[in-house]
């Protein structure tokens, strides 16, 4: 049948007393949702066409799988499905009323919820109406609903659970509740008094008590009271619901949880969270401009007075006109609460050709071949969103306004703009505690997660994280003996310090800390922001200056001694990522931001960083093992070895990788199970642990009995290398056993030490042949073969070349910490600045290239 036909519908019709006979062929498809099912009726597992789409949404009665129209005929001939829920929204004008009012003109309004309204439509002038029919495939037969007195009852159930379903992305962990609020029936008409109130940006304090935490503004009056302990797990005497029960006045926001993105919002009434889609104008009411909120160090929001100098006003180019920008390239993605860090991520890595290519120019492919359930597929997802960002169907400029009366009238709907990676996010943040929550994340962090599932989710023969690995070479060299060693491990981003040091405003940033201390004492507004200016030479400089290696065993000396460590390119990659460490800790724990100025330059040159390998006159220390005092039961060893390490956990290697983003109870795992081997171990066993349930869970010693059979997982398994852990080795060669024994032991029993042992004493034979064999195979392993260049049919792992590079994007955050604060991005297209603020995408008038906090770098052909 044409493709025209298929989709006619017109004469498809069927008499109402043939539905009964027309569905029992089919009977055994149709299964009514149960608990647990998840009903995909908002979006279209293979693009973002959904219910407002002009060709609506094909919901399978069986599977409960959305398909926009280009889609269905895929999912119809792979699985054999044949009756489909086809669902579509209209927005309709309202009528005029006598007294000029409009008049809603609304039928089948709640036919399927969970549906989000166009922002793009007034609400006073436009309402919607939804319509749901049962279609079957081949013929398209259309059933009208919701007449469907003779329907079979099964269908019928099923259609009523269908369109009854809850939100697949709903959690079911109760404390997830504020990734699916819903909008207050108050917000739209709420009442505000015009009594003259206005908020200060500080110094807030309940009008009933003393507490200056826990605070609730009324949305209506203005009165800012305290709350109670079940509103977000704090303390209070609860002024705040009592003065609901005194006054009726329903909505309060939390005072401190104000940003541009949004505030949480609780309804006394409807007693749950709640979202405002007014809060902006509620706020303004109390004179508060949410878009120059931003977080002070004890956590609240602060309003800045000199909205130019904020980081908020510079990074999102507030105050200046910006074109909006339309067409493949320019689709924005909406903002799901705090997901503005997988935004930019996103939209940085599919302005790649690489992973363009691999996902977006392999989409038939990949789409052909995928899982029955696409929705649970990496592949299908980024190839899904590569298309929704380059295609430019979602990004089409607004009407001519002398078409728009005249087109909604014909009742077409203007064009949806913007993309919403709900699926997406639901799947690759699965099982990980923190990006499947609603908290504000660390782009740096999500960057390595999403190169690690490329990386497990190969796609065609060149995988495209190809681009950004590269090998750091690392010389440790001994102060006292001056002997060395080379070694080499795998990175994906370059992580420069700030070197505060070096600031060239010096006398200015004192002057500032003297003034903002006397605002502080005074409880007077602080003075105008003056921000540190470091030179890039000066992070750059101390990127390549030696560090000093904490608690250093040399095995020259056979001692502890003072050890230096300096790290090179051994490669080059492709495109280069670079992180300027903003980020670290105050003496409380609670990680802070370091606001300041670098001037990063359009065009760096780091061939100066190449790694130059053992150089001549140079000593390489013994590849000896640090002694280790063996008592004469295997499993007293195994048991005292774990204690030691869990006792003695070395904190600079947690601090080193809690400043990459990681979560801190996560690094000190990584540390404890990998044995103070130092951060670059600890870091393999992150990525290697990272898609685990319990990643960021605290750290549980485990009991003597459970020791001896916790193996491997106690030390991390099996790194990204492949090899044993270096802990179990040195523990096997300092009973005098070889090394290659020892690993060829361990990997025989899947790294569990007391059987490494038996395995040993059962093998005798195996003392006695040659070594070569095994040291080519240890220098192979142990230089990371898996990640290392390669060729075969896979091609070479690294992408080697040049270290000259050209600035085509960069990541910038607002906020003091990684826990909050809001992500945008900016990229070079076509030869201008574009910024990417979630759903908005503008021609940049200046980029503030100096504010970053990633920067993505590709390489210049020599």
């Excluded at 609400?123 to 329907?151: C, G, Q, R, T």
């Amino acid at each position: 049948m044409q493709r025209a036909a298929l989709f006619s519908g017109g004469d498809a019709q069927m008499a109402a007393g043939d539905l009964g006979e027309l569905l029992v062929p089919y009977m055994p498809t149709i299964r009514v949702p149960k608990s647990g099912d998840r009903v995909y009726k908002t979006e279209c597992a293979f693009s973002y066409d959904s219910p407002d789409s002009e060709g609506g949404l094909y919901v399978c009665m069986n599977t409960f799988l959305g398909f926009g129209r280009e889609h269905i005929e895929r999912h119809y001939r792979k699985t054999g499905q044949c009756v489909y829920l086809h669902l579509k929204r209209r927005a309709i004008e309202k009528v005029p009323g006598a007294s000029g009012g409009a008049l809603p003109k609304r039928r089948n309004a709640k036919l399927f919820l969970d549906l989000e309204t166009n922002g793009d439509l007034s609400s006073d002038d436009f309402e919607y109406e939804d319509e749901a029919k049962l279609v079957i495939f081949p013929d398209h037969y259309e059933i009208s609903l919701p007449n469907i007195e003779e329907l079979p009852a099964l269908v019928t159930i099923a259609c009523d659970a269908l369109l009854s379903a809850k939100s697949p992305y709903r959690k079911q962990d109760p404390d997830s509740w504020e990734e699916e609020l819903q909008a207050s029936k108050h917000a739209k008409a709420l009442v505000q008094l015009d009594n003259g109130v206005r908020i200060p940006p500080s110094g807030w304090k309940c009008s009933k008590c003393d507490l200056r935490e826990n605070l609730w503004l009324n949305l209506t009056d203005g009165s800012v009271l305290c709350g109670k302990w079940f509103f977000d797990g704090s303390g209070g005497n609860g002024h705040a619901v009592e003065h609901y029960k005194e006054t009726g006045y329903p909505l309060a926001v939390k005072l401190g949880t104000i940003t541009p993105d949004g505030a949480d919002v609780y309804s006394f009434d409807e007693e749950e969270p709640v979202l405002d889609p007014h809060i902006a104008k509620h706020l303004a009411h109390f004179g508060i401009d949410m878009l120059q909120m931003q977080v002070t160090e004890n956590g609240l929001r602060d309003n800045d007075i000199k909205p130019r100098v904020s980081e908020w006003e510079v990074i999102q180019e507030a105050g200046v006109k910006l074109k909006p920008m339309y067409g493949p390239g320019y689709t924005g993605m909406k903002n799901l609460g705090n997901s503005c860090y997988l935004n930019a991520v996103m939209q940085a890595i599919f302005s790649i050709p690489e992973f363009q290519r691999a996902y977006v120019g392999n989409l038939p492919r990949i789409f052909d071949y995928s899982p029955l359930d696409p929705t649970q597929d990496f592949n299908t997802q980024m190839a899904k969103l590569g298309h929704g960002l380059l295609s430019g169907q979602y990004s089409k400029p607004p009407m001519k306004s002398e078409l728009i009366e005249q087109v909604m009238k014909e009742e077409h709907k203007p064009q949806h703009n913007g993309i919403s990676p709900r699926m997406f996010k639901a799947f690759i943040s699965k099982g990980h505690p923190e990006f499947s929550s609603n908290r504000q994340q660390d782009a740096q962090e999500f960057f390595l997660h999403l190169i690690n599932l490329v990386e497990r989710n190969p796609v065609g023969s060149e995988n495209p994280s190809d681009v950004f690995r590269f090998l750091v070479e690392e010389r440790t060299q001994c102060c006292q003996s001056r002997k060395v060693r080379y070694t080499e491990r795998v990175d994906y981003i370059m992580q420069l310090p700030v070197a505060m040091e070096a600031a060239t405003n010096k006398d200015e940033l004192i002057a500032y800390e003297l003034k903002r201390r006397e605002a502080e004492a005074a409880r007077r507004p602080p003075p105008e922001l003056v921000r540190a200016k470091i030179p890039f030479s000066a992070c750059l400089q101390a990127f390549s200056e030696p560090n000093n290696v904490e608690d250093f065993w040399s095995s020259a000396l056979q001692a502890k001694s003072a050890g230096v460590k300096t790290s090179r390119f051994a490669s080059f990659p492709e495109y280069l990522v670079v992180q300027i460490k903003k980020f670290t800790f105050g003496l409380d724990w609670i990680p802070k931001k370091l606001d300041v100025s670098v001037d990063m330059p359009d065009f760096l040159d780091i061939n100066h960083l190449r790694a130059r390998g053992l150089q001549p006159g140079e000593e390489e220390l013994p590849d000896i093992a640090p002694p280790i005092v063996i008592p004469d039961d295997p499993k007293d060893l195994y048991f005292r070895r774990f204690f030691l390490v869990a006792l003695d956990i070395d904190e600079s290697s947690v601090m080193q990788l809690a400043e990459m983003g990681f979560p801190l109870e996560a690094c000190r795992k990584a540390v404890y199970y990998t044995g103070n081997l130092g951060a670059e171990v600890a870091f393999n066993w992150i990525i290697a642990h990272m898609e685990e349930p319990d990643f960021a869970e605290p750290l549980v010693l485990p009991a003597y009995g459970e020791v001896a059979s916790s193996g491997a997982a106690a030390f991390g398994a099996i790194g990204l290398d492949n090899q044993p852990p270096e802990e179990m080795v040195a523990i096997i060669i300092s009973m005098g056993f070889q090394r290659n024994l020892a690993i060829q032991a361990l990997k025989a029993t899947n790294n569990n030490l007391e059987r490494a042992l038996e395995w040993i004493f059962s093998h005798p034979e195996l003392e006695e042949e040659s070594e070569p064999a095994f040291d080519m195979m240890n220098m192979e392993n142990n230089a990371n073969a898996n990640i290392l260049a390669e060729t075969g049919s896979e091609g070479p792992r690294i992408k080697d070349g040049s270290g000259r590079y050209e600035l085509f994007g960069f990541i910038s955050h607002m906020g003091t910490s990684t826990m909050s604060g809001h992500y945008v991005c900016h990229l070079k297209k076509e030869g201008r600045w574009v910024i990417y603020n979630d759903l908005r995408v503008c021609a940049s008038e200046r980029p503030p290239k100096d504010l970053g906090y990633i920067y993505f770098y590709h390489r210049i052909p020599s």
